[in-house]
């Protein structure tokens, strides 16, 4: 399965990524640490480059084993954030969506369109019967995300993740390939 890119439109693209991403990555990463931190675990284990190589060394391999790839979101050739596939259960059919933006892009509607191109290639080309957004349920824009998508609202998991000195609860948002396929028009496929 060939996933390299994707452009969204004039402005946007999905990037599979690679070895040439890791400085722009680390650069957003350290630019919006106490942004990023807010919501996301692995962000004080971010110190070097070398950190950032050794995470897209770690995707390239999920996507090479056939458990998902992940994205550089571009924003006008610039490093935006990350998207990709938390590893494929195949056996189910189910995937769930993982992502980030640095602050600079949030509110601007590009995670919206990348979560839809992930939607398409989950469900159109790889087949999924389920994809899931799971975020901390304080998490306000993330959660709006996967309500702009159409994904379900399924509930929450209680103390699902600890997040440096608390546990957060997790919202659990869910799209079926049926529902996709209404959504989208493509119900005859």
Same mark, same amino acid.
């Given at each position: 399965?060939?996933?390299?890119?994707?452009?969204?439109?004039?402005?946007?693209?999905?990037?599979?990524?690679?070895?040439?991403?890791?400085?722009?990555?680390?650069?957003? *990463?350290?630019?919006?640490?106490?942004?990023?931190?807010?919501?996301?675990?692995? *962000?004080?284990?971010?110190?070097? *480059?070398?950190?950032?190589? $050794?995470?897209?060394?770690?995707?390239? $391999?999920?996507?090479?084993?056939? /458990?998902?790839?992940?994205?550089?979101?571009?924003?006008?050739?610039?490093?935006?954030?990350?998207?990709?596939?938390?590893?494929?259960?195949?056996?189910?059919?189910?995937?769930?969506?993982?992502?980030?933006?640095?602050?600079?892009?949030?509110?601007?509607?590009?995670?919206?369109?990348?979560?839809?191109?992930?939607?398409?290639?989950?469900?159109?080309?790889?087949?999924?019967?389920?994809?899931?957004?799971?975020?901390?349920?304080?998490?306000?824009?993330?959660?709006?995300?996967?309500?702009?998508?159409?994904?379900?609202?399924?509930?929450?998991? /209680?103390?699902?993740?600890?997040?440096? $000195?608390?546990?957060? $609860?997790?919202? *659990?948002?869910?799209?079926?390939?049926?529902?996709?396929?209404?959504?989208?028009?493509?119900?005859?496929?």
């Amino acid at each position: 399965m060939a996933y390299q890119s994707f452009t969204i439109d004039d402005d946007l693209k999905l990037v599979m990524l690679n070895q040439g991403h890791a400085a722009g990555i680390f650069q957003l *990463v350290r630019r919006n640490m106490e942004y990023l931190r807010k919501w996301l675990p692995w *962000v004080d284990g971010v110190t070097a *480059v070398a950190d950032t190589s $050794d995470f897209i060394s770690r995707t390239i $391999d999920q996507h090479e084993k056939g /458990r998902g790839p992940q994205y550089l979101i571009e924003f006008q050739g610039i490093s935006a954030g990350v998207i990709g596939f938390h590893p494929i259960d195949w056996s189910n059919r189910n995937a769930e969506i993982g992502y980030w933006l640095g602050e600079e892009f949030a509110g601007s509607g590009l995670m919206t369109k990348s979560v839809e191109q992930l939607l398409k290639i989950g469900f159109q080309e790889m087949n999924l019967n389920k994809i899931e957004i799971r975020c901390a349920a304080d998490n306000k824009s993330s959660r709006a995300v996967a309500e702009r998508v159409g994904m379900v609202y399924e509930g929450i998991l /209680r103390q699902e993740e600890w997040l440096y $000195d608390h546990f957060v $609860d997790h919202a *659990v948002y869910s799209m079926l390939q049926g529902e996709f396929k209404t959504l989208t028009g493509n119900e005859g496929e």
